[in-house]
């Protein structure tokens, strides 16, 4: 078994809920304070609070408190492992057909 095993169950637990998956959709493009990210959440901040502890503890964000405003990050490279692993379960016809489309943007340049 590889050394990234337990790296990756942690990150595929982090990812199973919705409002997780939610808030790293959202931190993909910037960047942002904990108030904002609970906005949209019918759920109270302690509850929410949870949701990113998981997240943090999973390495799949960090965060760093400014006076009483705290600022949550996506962290780079947090999801390559999941990547990697993903990228290992494609059937050989997979990489055969993206070889096959990478051949063929080639010829038409």
Known sequence: ???YYDELDDVIRALADPT???VVERLAKSP???SELAEPFAMALPSFMQHLRVLEDAG???SEKHGRVRTVTLR???LDVLHLWLGQQRTPAEHQAERLGIHLTR???
């Open 20 to 22: 997780r998956r939610a």
């Open 60 to 62: 799949v964000i960090s």
């Open 32 to 34: 942002a304070v904990v």
């Open 1 to 3: 078994m590889p050394k």
């Open 107 to 109: 010829k038409e340049t």
């Open 76 to 78: 780079p490279g947090a």
